[in-house]
């Protein structure tokens, strides 16, 4: 059973970059036919895609978002990271790392990692 | 990339179907057949209940469905039972190759 678990600090300063890690087990990161992703939740609001990556290293990223977030993968690790520039309390979130169809389409999730950006 | 458009509520009595819309654009749903539906329980991450419009991944109940017509996708939900109160949301896959969420629906099992 594939299984996704996200990794990193739980607070980050505003400003700063925030970084997390997705660590995956039970199935292979370099499967063709996948991307590997990343979506956020604000406290008490709905989900808003980040952006993903293929095990080549393609990357396709939210617009909104593009000019602040890197995604990159480490395949010997089995694993994939986000990170983002210049946060601010708006960057306050639960932060879900996905595994993808290649038509973006999410079929498992991990169980979420709460990101509070304050001073 | 505008947020595809969902009900913020709907509710229902045990046993009766309820219908939850996810209404998109010529570049989302009207255009592309990878529309997929997530349960969220509060402080869970989504769980996949449909995707590619109508089909159930494996060990999700068939008295969940969906369809899609134009730019409007749904889910329907018969049978409703308490654990079905939750959280809805779709997404669609995008011409710009981005994913899109719909806002989100709770569901209130009266």
């Known amino acids: 059973q594939l299984q996704l678990q996200e990794s990193g600090p739980g607070l980050v300063k505003p400003s700063e970059t925030l970084s997390l890690t997705c660590s995956v087990s039970?199935?292979?990161?370099?499967?063709?036919?996948?991307?590997w992703g990343w979506v956020r939740q604000p406290p008490g609001k709905g989900l808003e895609w980040i952006g993903s990556?293929?095990?080549?290293?393609?990357?396709y990223y939210n617009p909104s978002l593009k000019s602040r977030v890197t995604i990159s993968i480490d395949t010997s690790k089995k694993q994939f990271s986000l990170t983002v520039t210049s946060v601010t309390a708006a960057d306050t979130a639960i932060y879900y790392c996905?595994?993808?169809?290649?038509?973006?389409?999410?079929?498992?999730w991990g169980q979420g990692t709460l990101v509070t950006v304050s001073s | 990339q505008s947020a595809l458009t969902q009900p913020a509520s709907v509710s229902g009595s045990p046993g009766q179907s309820i219908t939850i819309s996810c209404t998109g654009t010529?570049?989302?749903?009207?255009?592309?057949?990878?529309v997929s539906w997530f349960q969220q329980h509060p402080g869970k991450a989504p769980k996949l209940m449909i995707y590619?419009?109508?089909n159930r991944p494996s060990g999700v109940s068939n008295r969940f469905s969906g369809s899609k017509s134009g730019h409007t996708a749904s889910l329907t939900i018969s049978g409703l039972q308490s654990e079905d109160e939750a959280d809805y949301y779709c997404?669609?896959?995008?011409?710009?190759?981005?994913?899109?969420f719909g806002g989100g629906t709770k569901l209130t099992v009266l």
């Open positions: 590619d419009v109508t």
């Open positions: 997404s669609s896959y995008t011409a710009s190759t981005t994913l899109v």
């Open positions: 039970g199935g292979s990161i370099t499967s063709s036919g996948y991307y």
């Open positions: 996905a595994r993808q169809q290649l038509q973006l389409q999410i079929d498992y």
């Open positions: 990556i293929y095990h080549s290293g393609g990357t």
């Open positions: 010529s570049n989302d749903v009207g255009d592309y057949d990878y």
